[in-house]
T-cell receptor, first 114, second 114 residues
Framework: GNSVTQMEGPVTLSEEAFLTINCTYTATGYPSLFWYVQYPGEGLQLLLKATKADDKGSNKGFEATYRKETTSFHLEKGSVQVSDSAVYFCALSEKGGTASKLTFGTGTRLQVTL | DSGVTQTPKHLITATGQRVTLRCSPRSGDLSVYWYQQSLDQGLQFLIQYYNGEERAKGNILERFSAQQFPDLHSELNLSSLELGDSALYFC?????????????FGPGTRLTVL
């Protein structure tokens, strides 16, 4: 079956540091890939997505590139802010068919300090 | 605010009881998804409905059932509750039902089973 593996957290960084959260996946075919963010006490928000190999998703300074050869979708940001403190989930959705479900990784908690 | 509403926000009940969680999708969205977030299982897909019909099923227990009504709102029914059912239950919606469709998440219902 499909699965997503994320680096374990928590990740603690100082403000303006560079962020990388690793994500690799296992899937049949070529899934769509997503990063969701969950702020404390809130639901999940889509941060960015990529639907085919070599696509780069980007939003709010975050980026991730769909790497088919390494089955990876690592999340990066050049300079984190305290407001980026949240839990980040990598997810995939299989292509094809008329149904959809998201398979999530375990989530990585990011804490950014001044 | 994603436009997806869930009620109630919190629910505290006892083992053996039955509860109903309600979800209203974003205006215009035809597909509704239910997910369970727990400490030990992480975020897991339960079930998907599209325009009133069940479209995909995940790790949903037989004690759980769901439906989508003609006005497109959805209800998740949990019965014979056990301590292990304590979790955050998220509803999400999307316009269509395919794997590329962005899912918008509600704020969740926190269920506590005592």
């Amino acid at each position: 079956g499909n699965s997503v593996t994320q680096m374990e957290g928590p990740v603690t960084l100082s403000e303006e540091a560079f962020l990388t959260i690793n994500c690799t996946y296992t899937a049949t075919g070529y899934p769509s890939l997503f990063w969701y963010v969950q702020y404390p006490g809130e639901g999940l928000q889509l941060l960015l997505k990529a639907t085919k190999a070599d696509d780069k998703g980007s939003n709010k300074g975050f980026e991730a590139t769909y790497r088919k050869e390494t089955t990876s979708f690592h999340l990066e940001k050049g300079s984190v802010q305290v407001s980026d403190s949240a839990v980040y989930f990598c997810a995939l959705s299989e292509k094809g068919g008329t149904a959809s479900k998201l398979t999530f990784g375990t989530g990585t908690r990011l804490q950014v300090t001044l | 605010d994603s436009g997806v509403t869930q009620t109630p926000k919190h629910l505290i009940t006892a083992t053996g009881q039955r509860v109903t969680l309600r979800c209203s999708p974003r205006s215009g969205d035809l597909s509704v998804y239910w997910y369970q977030q727990s400490l030990d299982q992480g975020l897991q897909f339960l079930i998907q409905y599209y325009n009133g019909e069940e479209r995909a099923k995940g790790n949903i227990l037989e004690r759980f059932s769901a439906q989508q009504f003609p006005d497109l709102h959805s209800e998740l029914n949990l019965s014979s509750l056990e301590l292990g059912d304590s979790a955050l239950y998220f509803c999400a919606s999307s316009f269509q039902a395919g794997p590329r469709d962005e899912q918008f998440f509600g704020p969740g219902t926190r269920l506590t089973v005592l």
